[in-house]
Structures are given as C-alpha cells and as structure tokens.
C-alpha cells in the first residue's frame, strides 16, 4: 500500500498518523508512505527520526487580522497546486489528512486528482481544516459524539483514535522501580503535557503539601520549564510525592496509575479509554474553540471522568475529588468501566479495515 498522510502543527494530529502508519507497515511491510507536513513545526523533525520521508510545505493557518488571513489563504491555494505534484509523483493508493493545515492542502489536491481521500478528527469540536475538507473526502472517521453528529453521517465512522491501539497493546515497564514508587499504594499521576502548566502547578503547590498526610502516592509531572522552581517553592517532600520534569513513558506510567489527573486533548483520552483509568480532567483554556472541555464533557458526562475547569480549580475541591475517587472502590470501578466503555482500543485494526474496502 502506498499512503501519503497530511498531518502538522501539533503533536495532537501528527502521533494518532505515527500510531496508524506504523500499524500498517505492520501489517503490510511493504508498504511505502510520505508524510506531508510545514517546513518548521514538530512533525518536520519527528517523522525523519522515526524513517520516514516527508516534505514540508510553505503554509501558514488562517489567524490574525483580515489581511494577514487574506495572505494565508493565498499561499494556500499556491500550496495545493504545489501538493498537487506531490501526489502525482507519489501515486498513492490514498491520502489522509489528521489536521493541521498543511493536510488541507494535500488531501484537497488529491481530491482533485481522483484519489482516495479520508480524514481523521481527533477532536469533539471540528477544526477548521476538516471543515474545508468535508465535502469532498470519500471517508470521515471520528472519535467523539459531538463530531460524529456534525459529520454526513453516510461516510463518517465512530473508529477512535489510533493512539489508543497503541497503549493497548504496550508491555508495561517498571514505573515503580524508575520512579522510586512503592508498589502497594494507589498512585495518582498529575501531569499537564510535557511543557506543564504554571497556574496548575501555583494550585498544586498547596495541594502537594497535603497529599503528603495521605495513603497514596503522587507522581507530579511539573513540566520542564517549572521543574526547579517547583522544587524550590515545595522543599523537601515526603516519600509519597514524587516531582519529574517530564515523562517519556506514559504508557506505561497509564497502566500502573490508578487515577490519573490530567488535560483533556486528544490523545491523551485515547489513552485513558483504552486502558480504562479514572480521571479527573483540567482542560486547557488555552486552545481553539475551547475543544478541550467539549472532550472532557464526552467522558464526564458518562462518568468516566470528574471535570474541573481551570477558572473554578482550587487546592480544597481538587483534593477532596482526589480522596473521594480513592477511597471509594465502587466509584474506581464505575469509572473504569465506563471508561473502557468509551475506548477504542482497535482504532488501527478498525481505520486499516475502512482503508482496505476503500
């Protein structure tokens, strides 16, 4: 199979790409893929690393004042006819777009050309890109309610995310051992992305002080740029808290976590799903349209998660949820069963299947 996938801005759209290519190349090792993608975000330097070949396009997203949109739009449309000899030169059996602008250009050129297209929305809330893409891609697969119910629903599939297949089937490392944890308390994970997050961590400096009372563990993720000046304000902790700048494992760091605290994007719910993990989801305020608290609402709303929006968190609430999960086994089980329920943990098995009848 031949695949180019139009993917970039964040990690959000280009890691659910890695999980399904690397599912196909599985499957099919002959396979051939091209990611297309900007000239200088994430996925400009990640997909080279990981062997595949890429070429980054000159494209800009449509923010800003009406004339700096009026210039993205053009470089837009100069973008697609660029993308256009991409994908005659490639000849790929299909073109899927995870989002990001530059996967507008290249789906939309496909489209143009009469190869098969799909995209792929990580989010509740569509974004923008998808928006322009709708009408003409042959295949939709989404991950949430609310987007399914915005998508024609005669070429859109409820088939998750493919980050979810990729915790699924994970063999778990010794956390307890890297971490210097103990095996027979619950451990709670906090982690804000791997930047962190500062209001967070100014809550948590409080509430840290009062985990340390408690019979359970805390993993806190402060986020590399807050590390030493979270381990300053805090001094010297008790054995049950444990602060890291960043995680590079957080499969398995999920698997062994028995609630999780947490942002609410994309992947990260995936994740959660898959393995069936309460959690208490601070969704980013910071993000378009605010697609983080409609992600979250998904998995609260069927009490698989609690929600606290930033602008409502407080050290008192916030630890009172955390007892209240963890000291309730009814409550631990009823969220992970509802969790799971909502998991896709087939997502690749599930997307690889469509791309087939495709």
Same mark, same amino acid.
């Given at each position: 199979?031949?695949?180019?996938?139009g993917?970039?801005?964040?990690g959000?759209?280009? @890691?659910? %790409?890695?999980?399904?290519? &690397?599912?196909?190349?599985?499957?099919?090792?002959d396979?051939?893929?091209?990611?297309?993608?900007?000239k200088?975000?994430? =996925?400009?330097?990640?997909v080279?690393?990981?062997?595949? =070949? @890429?070429?980054g396009?000159?494209?800009r997203?449509?923010?800003? !004042?009406?004339i700096?949109?009026?210039?993205a %739009?053009?470089?837009?449309?100069?973008?697609?006819?660029?993308?256009?000899?991409i994908?005659?030169?490639?000849?790929?059996?299909?073109?899927?777009?995870?989002?990001? @602008?530059?996967?507008?250009?290249?789906?939309?050129?496909? !489209?143009?050309?009469?190869?098969?297209?799909?995209?792929? &929305?990580?989010?509740?809330?569509?974004?923008?890109?998808?928006?322009?893409?709708i009408?003409?891609v042959?295949k939709?697969?989404?991950? @949430?309610d609310? $987007?399914? &119910?915005?998508f024609?629903?005669?070429?859109?599939?409820? *088939?998750?995310?493919?980050?979810?297949?990729?915790?699924?089937?994970?063999?778990?490392?010794?956390?307890?051992?890297? +971490?210097h944890?103990?095996k027979?308390?619950? *451990?709670?994970?906090?982690?804000?992305? #791997? /930047?962190g997050?500062? #209001?967070?961590?100014?809550?948590?400096?409080?509430?840290?002080?009062?985990f340390?009372?408690?019979?359970?563990?805390? /993993?806190?993720?402060?986020?590399?740029?807050?590390?030493? &000046?979270?381990?300053?304000?805090?001094?010297?902790? !008790?054995?049950?808290?444990?602060?890291?700048?960043?995680?590079?494992?957080?499969?398995s760091?999920?698997?062994n976590?028995?609630?999780?605290?947490?942002? %609410?994007?994309? #992947?990260?719910?995936?994740?959660?799903t898959?393995?069936?993990?309460?959690?208490?989801?601070?969704p980013?305020p +910071?993000?378009?349209? !605010?697609?983080?608290e409609?992600?979250?609402?998904?998995?609260?709303?069927?009490?698989?998660?609690?929600?606290?929006?930033? =602008?409502?968190?407080?050290?008192?609430?916030?630890v009172?949820?955390?007892?209240?999960?963890?000291?309730n086994?009814?409550?631990?089980?009823?969220?992970q069963k509802? $969790?799971?329920?909502?998991?896709?943990?087939? %997502?690749?098995?599930d997307?690889?299947?469509?791309?087939?009848e495709?």
């Amino acid at each position: 199979m031949k695949v180019i996938v139009g993917a970039g801005g964040t990690g959000g759209h280009l @890691y659910p %790409a890695l999980a399904l290519v &690397e599912y196909i190349k599985e499957v099919e090792p002959d396979s051939e893929f091209l990611f297309v993608g900007t000239k200088d975000r994430i =996925e400009s330097e990640v997909v080279p690393q990981h062997g595949y =070949e @890429y070429i980054g396009l000159n494209v800009r997203g449509l923010v800003g !004042n009406p004339i700096k949109k009026g210039i993205a %739009a053009a470089i837009f449309v100069k973008s697609i006819f660029t993308a256009k000899k991409i994908v005659k030169k490639f000849k790929p059996d299909i073109v899927i777009g995870f989002g990001g @602008y530059p996967s507008a250009s290249v789906v939309e050129a496909a !489209n143009r050309l009469g190869y098969k297209t799909m995209i792929h &929305e990580q989010n509740s809330i569509i974004g923008l890109t998808n928006k322009i893409l709708i009408k003409n891609v042959d295949k939709i697969v989404c991950c @949430y309610d609310k $987007a399914y &119910e915005n998508f024609p629903k005669d070429k859109t599939y409820k *088939l998750g995310n493919p980050r979810a297949s990729v915790i699924a089937s994970i063999k778990p490392d010794d956390i307890f051992k890297k +971490y210097h944890l103990n095996k027979n308390l619950p *451990l709670v994970t906090i982690v804000m992305g #791997s /930047l962190g997050s500062k #209001s967070v961590n100014e809550m948590m400096l409080k509430s840290l002080k009062t985990f340390e009372q408690k019979n359970y563990q805390v /993993l806190y993720v402060t986020g590399k740029p807050y590390f030493e &000046e979270m381990k300053t304000k805090l001094g010297k902790l !008790n054995k049950n808290i444990k602060l890291v700048p960043y995680i590079d494992d957080m499969p398995s760091v999920l698997k062994n976590t028995t609630l999780v605290v947490s942002r %609410a994007g994309a #992947s990260t719910l995936a994740e959660i799903t898959a393995v069936g993990i309460p959690a208490i989801l601070i969704p980013s305020p +910071y993000v378009a349209a !605010n697609h983080q608290e409609y992600n979250a609402r998904e998995l609260a709303d069927r009490n698989a998660a609690m929600m606290i929006l930033e =602008e409502n968190l407080n050290s008192k609430d916030f630890v009172e949820k955390v007892d209240y999960i963890l000291e309730n086994k009814i409550v631990q089980e009823s969220m992970q069963k509802s $969790a799971k329920a909502l998991g896709k943990p087939n %997502a690749c098995r599930d997307i690889y299947k469509l791309i087939k009848e495709m």
